[in-house]
């Protein structure tokens, strides 16, 4: 579980998607500060404090990252991350729509903690996220 | 540009092979050289042949002839001196002795007269002179009466001689009975006889008169006088010799027939062809011919003036007395003519020969040409066929050529149909890649705001509202399970990478737990499920869609399900049987097709892509499917998988 003050760093920019996230974290009865950035360059932004974003510090302890965004993909931004010494260590999970093997394959190449293909039921993505936080340390 | 070049080529070659077919033309005639070559040397070697034993044989017969002439010459000179030395031989006699009466004398000339031919008369003729006439007719008269000394008048008439200052009277003749006349006769008053006594006494040795007709008994013939001179003992010395006359005894005289003494010698030798014809001194000129021998060859037949103007010819002088003779021979008609026949041989067999020769050098040079030609025409085919060989070679190269571009472009055409398909491949893959995440995310968006509204709305909503939300629900559902269906379809075939060693009867049971069948169905393995290299994926969607397939249109609530594997060759057939209600032979073709749903869509969720899945995966792995089923029977899906694929 994490602590209570330890923040979430969302980056989705489907608003559906958004809510659901939301949703199934309020489900799952988790208050935890969440950050949302629409796209990867804002993720970034928002993680070093530029751009005339707030740095969100101490840094998310999770970070919950779509793959199919504007502008930066999700790839593109686990690579950016990864490559900054001060970003590395973020522990990630991806959240994507994409069942593709190839995306599956990139997005461990970046070191992610898991990788979830949204369910196309909120039930069960509400279960699968209980079960991530659940375990979480 | 490549084929015109050798086309100039073989142009520059074949004017070439005509070039040497002139040349060829020439030297053929330049083959029949030899032939005139060998003519000319055989004919000339022949003529020269002919003409050297023509004149060999020419050569032969004037030897010859004249061998028999010398033979002949010989022979008549030695009897001449011999019949002529009697005179000599009386005129010794009467040197010898003083005196010589008349038996004496008859005695002595007797043998010769006996033994030789052509001998007229031996005559002794002592010199009187006009003081001694009548002594000496006194003495004579003693032996002989009737003698006296006689001499012709101008009639010709014998009458007593006429006084003269000296008298030449034949003393003694012999034989005696034909020359009766002859006694006494003064032989000085012939003039010719005279000049030869004259000319004896002078040279004191023989001497022969001029040829002179001669009559006898077998008609005219030609004589000479031969006369020797005898001097009294011991004056001839002494005295000059221009004053002898008065020293001269007389003269020991002979009548000769020249004719029968040449008859008599050559009677010793056989008959030779051969003609001689003596002249006294030369043949030409002033020479008198005195006797012709005429061959007795001829029996009888006159000389052929012509035939004898013989071009052989031999002559040769002899000696007789203190005269020359002339002795010309020429060959009798037909006798010593060469006998050519040899040389005419020799030209006609050597003519024969050339002929014979030239005949074989022709053939030679005949077949050289003959092969000459046989060779060019062999060459020229052989240029022919090289030429064709050519012309084939450049159609050979160009067709490869041609075949060559046409691969190529066959391959270019293949390359970008291949490459067209493997565009049309991703352009499908980023269509599946678009559609799984853009249509799919709308529809969870869709699914996910509707189970919203039902849950924030759910004191509010009445029965009605709340089933059209499920039912909305559940469309969005079945649209996302259509999508979900036609992207496993379009990667069937391009995750090639997934094959390992799989246990199917594994791989099946943990599908059965998967599909976890309702109470009341059985599914069991039978038969041989063999471990093998595949793609577990695929034939494990195999094996669940046919298996889910079974449970969903089993149509009951107990039903008995069959897995079975069976090896075939080189390949193994899995079935999937159940004793549902089957499907009618109608819609045998149907269920493989996509979207072919036999059963109204508010049935239970099928997507109608399920079997077609199968049947692509299952022929995309070079295996077969088929279905057998009757209504109310059950029905069996068969399919074969190779057991030993390459991968691909």
């Known amino acids: ?137 | 540009m490549k084929r015109r070049v050798t086309e100039r080529v073989l142009a520059r070659l074949a004017s070439w092979a005509s070039l040497e077919k002139v040349q060829v033309a020439k030297s053929i005639w330049w083959g029949y050289f030899p032939v005139a070559l060998v003519a000319m040397i055989g004919v000339l070697l022949t003529l020269a042949a002919f003409i050297q034993s023509l004149g060999w044989e020419r050569g032969q017969v004037e030897i010859a002839f004249r061998e028999a002439a010398q033979d002949r010459i010989l022979v008549v000179q030695r009897e001449l001196k011999h019949s002529l030395g009697i005179v000599q031989d009386i005129a010794s006699f009467f040197e010898a002795s003083e005196v010589v009466d008349r038996r004496e004398f008859r005695k002595f000339v007797g043998p010769p007269l006996k033994r030789q031919a052509g001998i007229n008369a031996l005559e002794w003729v002592p010199v009187v002179l006009a003081e001694n006439r009548s002594a000496f007719i006194r003495e004579a008269q003693q032996s002989f009466p009737p003698f006296r000394i006689t001499e012709d008048d101008l009639s010709g008439k014998l009458i007593e001689s006429r006084d003269r200052p000296v008298y030449y009277p034949v003393l003694y003749i012999q034989p005696y009975q034909n020359n009766k006349e002859a006694l006494g006769f003064n032989v000085g008053a012939n003039p010719i006889v005279s000049t030869l006594l004259g000319e004896a006494e002078l040279t004191q040795r023989l001497q022969v008169s001029p040829g002179f007709p001669l009559m006898d008994e077998t008609g005219e013939k030609t004589g000479v006088m031969v006369a020797v001179p005898v001097f009294f003992k011991n004056e001839k010395q002494e005295d000059d010799p221009a004053l002898a006359s008065p020293g001269i005894r007389g003269f020991a005289i002979g009548i000769f027939s020249i004719g029968d003494i040449v008859e008599r010698a050559l009677e010793s030798l056989r008959s030779g062809g051969v003609d001689l014809h003596f002249y006294q001194g030369s043949s030409t000129g002033d020479g008198q011919l005195i006797y012709t021998h005429l061959s007795r060859m001829r029996e009888g037949r006159a000389p052929d003036t012509e035939a004898d103007i013989s071009e052989i010819t031999y002559s040769q002088r002899i000696s007789v007395g203190a005269q020359q003779w002339e002795v010309v021979c020429n060959p009798a008609a037909d006798k010593f003519q060469a006998e050519t026949w040899g040389s005419w041989i020799i030209l006609f067999g050597g003519i024969a020969f050339t002929v014979l020769l030239i005949t074989y050098v022709v053939t030679l040079v005949g077949r050289a040409r003959q092969v000459r030609l046989e060779v060019e025409e062999r060459t020229s085919q052989l240029w022919e066929a090289v030429q064709a060989l050519n012309r084939e070679v450049v159609d050979r190269k160009s067709a490869e050529q041609e075949l060559q571009n046409l691969n190529e472009t066959l391959e270019h055409r293949v390359a970008y149909r291949t490459a067209e398909a493997e565009r049309r491949a991703q352009y499908l893959e980023q269509f599946a890649y678009v559609t799984s995440h853009d249509l799919k995310a709308p529809l969870r968006a869709v699914s996910n705001l509707a189970q919203w509204i039902q849950e924030d709305l759910a004191d509010k909503l009445d029965d009605a509202s709340r089933e059209q939300l499920a039912l909305l629900r559940d469309r969005v559902r079945r649209m996302h399970d259509l999508i979900e269906g036609l992207l496993e379809y379009s990667r069937v075939g391009k995750t090639a990478d997934s094959e390992n060693q799989v246990d199917i009867r594994e791989l099946v049971d943990e599908i059965i737990d998967s599909l976890s069948p309702p109470n009341g169905f059985t599914i069991k393995i039978k038969g041989e499920m063999p471990t093998m290299h595949v793609d577990r994926l695929q034939l494990g969607q195999v094996f669940s869609n046919l298996i889910s397939n079974s449970l969903k249109h089993h149509g009951g609530d107990k039903g008995k399900i069959r897995v079975k594997g069976e090896s075939y060759g080189d390949v193994y057939q899995f079935s999937v049987c159940d004793d549902g209600k089957g499907i009618a032979p109608e819609y045998h073709n149907k269920v493989f097709m996509m979207f072919q749903v036999l059963e109204s869509s508010d049935f239970e969720s099928s997507t109608g892509i399920g079997l077609a899945l199968v049947k692509k995966i299952v022929e995309e792995h070079g295996g077969t499917i088929r279905l057998e089923s009757a209504v109310g029977e059950g029905a069996c899906f068969y399919f074969t998988w190779p057991k030993n694929r390459s991968s691909e």
């Not at chain 1, 923040?7 to 996230?21: A, F, P, S, W, Y």
């Not at chain 1, 629409?38 to 932004?45: F, I, M």
């Not at chain 1, 993909?73 to 686990?78: A, P």
């Not at chain 1, 001060?86 to 898991?114: C, G, M, Q, W």
């Open chain 1, 1 to 137: 579980m994490l602590n209570r003050d330890e923040t979430i760093l969302l980056i989705e920019d489907d608003r559906v998607d958004i809510m659901t996230v939301q949703r199934a974290l309020k489900k799952n009865k988790v208050s935890n500060p969440l950050h949302i950035a629409r796209t990867g360059l804002e993720a970034l932004s928002m993680l070093r404090g530029e751009g005339g974003f707030e740095r969100i510090s101490p840094p998310p302890a999770l970070i919950l990252l779509d793959l199919n965004l504007p502008k930066m993909s999700g790839i593109e931004f686990l690579r950016e991350l990864r490559s900054d010494p001060e970003l590395k260590e973020l522990h990630i999970i991806v959240l994507t729509s994409s069942n593709e093997p190839k995306d599956r394959a990139a997005a461990f190449e970046y070191d992610v903690d898991d990788y979830i293909v949204k369910p196309h039921s909120f039930d069960e993505f509400t279960r699968a996220m209980a079960t991530i936080l659940a375990l979480w340390d």
